[in-house]
C-alpha cells in the first residue's frame, strides 16, 4: 500500500491518455451491464418459472382453445392440486403502441397459483366483489398513471360483446407488486366470469391451463398424463413445465437475439483490447524510468507490483464506475422500456461477473508489461 | 499555393510513417473496424426484416378485416361478408370471376431446424384465385395442393427454417395427415414464412365452421383504393377495415425494426464513443512520438494549419481503413444470413435474410470518418501548440 501514492502519481503524469483509456474501460463496462439486462429481458423471467407448474395448451397450436370442463378434470387427476385457466385478450388501450397484456382469470385460483403476485387483502376483497373490477401489475400502473377506481376502456380485437361493442370497461381495484425482480408487473388481469357471460362465440372454452404439481420431480410424469387423458379427443393437448414453455417462446423470438448478443461481446472484448494495449504502450514508455526506481533500491517483486496495480487501479475503477452507470442507465429505462421488456433489470450475477472483470482486464492488460518491468535488468534500462 | 504544397508535403509524410507506429495504429483500425462491423450488422437485421415485410407488397391489393382487429390472426368474417366483398365493382377480373380470395390465417406448432423448439409456424388457407391476387407467388418445386384434399405447399423460407417441411414429408396436424406436394417463392416475401392449403379444408380442421379471416383482393388499379375502402366501410351489410397490403404490412414491420434500430442504435452509439477514446489515444500517443520531427517541421517554416491537418488526415485514413474491414466483415457475414423471429402482431415466425446494402455500408463509412475526425482533433491541435525549444531537445 506504501506504493499508492507512487500509482498515482503515474496514472497522473499522462493525464489525457490516463483519461482516455479511463473513459474506454468506462464506456465498455456500460455496455456490458446493458448487455446482460438485455439478455435477462429477452430470456423473459426463464428465472421465476415456477418448477412445480405446468403449462397445458392445445397441441396443434396455442390459439386454438381448449374446453373450460378440462381443468376441473385436471383438477382430480394424481399429483395435480391446482388447475387454472387463462385467455389471450388481446385489447388495445387508447394506441396499439401502448401493449400490455390482459387476460381473464378466476381470482381465487388464480392468486393461489402466483404467491409472487403480491396483492393486499383490501385489494384481494374488492376485486372478490367486483365482477368488472381489474387488478394490474405495478409498472403498468406506473406508466399510465392509473388509480384505484379508474375506469379503464379497452378495445377488443378478438372478443366481441354479446351487444355487438368492442369497448369493454374494466374498475381498477387492486395493484399487485412483487419483491421478487424478475416477475413480470406489466400484466392486466380481470374476471372470466365477467368475461365468459359478456363475450360473443366461445363460450365455455379457455386458451390455455396452468396446473400445479404435488411434487416438482414427477412433473414429467405428470405432463405425460394429462397428455394421455386428452389424446384422440378433439381437443388435443401439450403439457410442459413453466419453465419450458417459456424458454422455447424466447426461442421463437430467435437467433436474432443471440447474434446481437455475440457481436456486443465481440465489441466489448475489442474495446477492452485497445485500452489494454495503450496501457503496454505506456509501460513501455517508461523503461529507463522504471531503471533508476531499481537502481535506488527497489526490488524486481515491488516494480512488477506496481506496474500491475497501477492497471488494476485503472481498469477497476474505471470498470467499477461503469457498471454503476449502467446500473443508473437500466434502472432509469426500465419503466420507459416496459411495453417492450416486462422484465428489464440488472441481474446480480452480471454485476458480480462484471466486477471480477474489471480486474481480470486489468490483470491481463498489465501482465506482459510487469513482467518485462520485473526482470528488467538495470544497465539495459539505463542504457536506451 | 505555398500552403497547399506544405499541406501535401505533411499529409505524406505522416502518412508513410504510419508502419513506424504499428502498433497503436493497428489497435485503431481493429477498434473502429469492430465499431462499423457490429452497426452494419445490427442495422442489416432491421433491413432484412422490413425488406421481407414490403417486398411482395402491391399497391393494388386491399385486404379486408374485420372492423377493429389488428391484424388477420384476430380477425373473424363469415362467407356471407366474403361474398359481398367479392362482388365489388372495383375488384380487377378474370374469366373465372373477380380476383379476391377468402383467407382463414392460423398457426401451427413445428420445430425449428437449428434448435429443435416448437415454433408458431403460420398456416394459411386460401381460396382459388389467391395465385392471381398474389402476382408475385410462384411454384419453385413440386405441384400445387389439389383443392379438397389434405395437401399444403410451404413457402420457401419456411421450408429451409422448420423441420419436416420438404417435399413428400407430412405434418401431423391432431388427427389428420398433411402431405407437402411442393414449394414456392414469392420475391423473398413474408409468405414465403408461410404453409399454405385450401381453406375449405383448414376450416373444419381449426374447428372454424364456415368463417374466415381476411380477404385479399386486387383492385382494377391502385387509384381507386379509397373509394373501395369508402364503400365497403359504410356498407350496412358488413364490419369491416379496408387497408392497403402494403401499409398492412409496413405496419407490422414498423415495431420490431424500431426496437432493433434503437437499441442497436443506442449501443452502436456508446460503442462508438469508446472507439472516439481509442483514437483520440493512437494519434495523442502519434504525436507524442512525432514530437521532434513535428518540431523539426515547424522549425522549418511549415506553419500550425498544415500540421493539424496533416495529424487530422493520418486519423481518418486509419479510421477509413478500420471502417472498410468493418462494413467488408459484416457484409460477408452478415449479408444474406437465413434467421426467423416473432411477428408479434399475428404471433408467429417470419423468416427472413438479413441485409447490407449500399446505404448501409456507407453510413458504417461516414460513423467511422466522424470517430476518426473527432478522435483527431484534440491531439492535431495540441501537436501544432508544442513548445519548439523543448521538443527539439527531447530525445
Known sequence: MKYLSLIFTNLGRKKIRTSLTFMSVLVAFILFGLLGAVQTALSQGVDVAGADRLVVRHKVSIIQMLPYSYGNRMAQMDGIDLATHFVWFGGIYQDPKNFFPQMPVDPIPFLDMYPEYELSQDHRDAWLNTRTGAIVGRKLADRFGWKIGDRIPIQATIWTKKDGGRTWEFDIVGIYDSKKKGVDLTQFFFRYDYFDETRRGAEGQVGWYVVRVKNPDQAADVAKNIDDMFANSPYETKAETEGAFVQAFAKQIGNITSIIIAIMSAVFFTILLVAANTMGQSVRERIVELGVLKAIGFTDRSVWAMVLGEAIMLTATAGLIGLGLSWLAVSGMSDSLSGVFPVFYLPVKTVLIGIALTVAVGLVAGSIPSFQAGQLRIADALRR | ?395
Open chain 2, 1 to 395: 499555393m505555398k500552403s497547399i504544397s506544405q499541406v501535401i508535403a505533411v499529409i505524406q509524410f505522416a502518412i508513410q510513417t504510419i508502419p513506424q507506429r504499428k502498433a497503436s495504429s493497428i489497435t485503431t483500425v481493429v477498434g473502429i473496424a469492430g465499431v462499423v462491423a457490429v452497426m452494419i450488422g445490427v442495422f442489416s437485421i432491421a433491413l432484412g426484416f422490413q425488406r421481407t415485410m414490403n417486398v411482395a407488397g402491391d399497391e393494388s391489393v386491399a385486404m379486408i378485416m374485420r372492423s377493429g382487429s389488428d391484424s388477420e390472426m384476430m380477425s373473424g368474417l363469415t362467407r356471407e361478408s366474403t361474398r359481398v366483398i367479392a362482388d365489388d365493382v372495383g375488384l380487377a377480373r378474370n374469366e373465372q370471376g373477380s380476383l379476391s380470395s377468402a383467407e382463414l390465417f392460423v398457426i401451427i406448432n413445428l420445430p425449428k431446424r437449428d434448435t429443435g423448439t416448437d415454433a408458431n409456424v403460420p398456416l394459411r388457407g386460401v381460396e382459388a384465385q389467391a395465385f392471381n391476387v398474389r402476382g408475385k407467388w410462384k411454384l419453385i418445386e413440386g405441384r400445387a395442393f389439389a383443392w379438397g384434399t389434405n395437401e399444403v405447399v410451404v413457402g420457401r423460407a419456411a421450408a429451409a427454417e422448420f423441420a419436416g417441411l420438404d417435399v413428400g414429408s407430412s405434418i401431423q396436424m391432431g388427427p389428420n395427415k398433411w402431405q407437402v406436394v411442393g414449394i414456392f417463392e414469392e420475391s423473398g416475401g413474408i409468405s414465403e414464412s408461410e404453409i399454405w392449403t385450401d381453406s375449405a379444408v383448414l376450416q373444419p380442421a381449426y374447428h372454424r365452421g364456415d368463417t374466415f379471416q381476411s380477404v385479399y383482393a386486387k383492385l382494377n388499379t391502385a387509384d381507386i383504393f379509397p373509394e373501395f375502402k369508402n364503400r365497403l366501410e359504410s356498407d350496412p351489410r358488413l364490419d369491416v377495415k379496408v387497408i392497403r397490403q402494403t401499409e398492412y404490412y409496413a405496419e407490422q414491420s414498423g415495431q420490431l425494426s424500431i426496437m432493433i434500430k434503437v437499441l442497436g442504435g443506442f449501443i452502436a452509439f456508446l460503442m462508438a464513443l469508446g472507439a472516439v477514446f481509442g483514437a483520440a489515444n493512437t494519434m495523442y500517443a502519434a504525436v507524442t512520438s512525432r514530437t521532434r520531427e513535428i518540431a523539426t517541421l515547424r522549425a522549418l517554416g511549415f506553419s500550425g494549419p498544415p500540421i493539424i491537418l496533416s495529424v487530422l488526415a493520418e486519423s481518418l485514413f486509419l479510421s477509413l481503413l478500420g471502417g472498410a474491414i468493418g462494413a467488408t466483415l459484416a457484409y460477408l457475414a452478415m449479408d444474406g444470413y437465413q434467421a426467423a423471429t416473432l411477428n408479434w402482431t399475428t404471433f408467429s415466425q417470419v423468416a427472413f435474410a438479413f441485409t447490407v446494402n449500399k446505404q448501409l455500408i456507407i453510413a458504417g463509412l461516414i460513423v467511422a470518418g466522424t470517430i476518426g475526425f473527432v478522435g483527431g482533433l484534440f491531439p492535431a491541435y495540441s501537436a501544432s501548440r508544442i513548445p519548439l525549444a523543448a521538443a527539439l531537445r527531447e530525445n
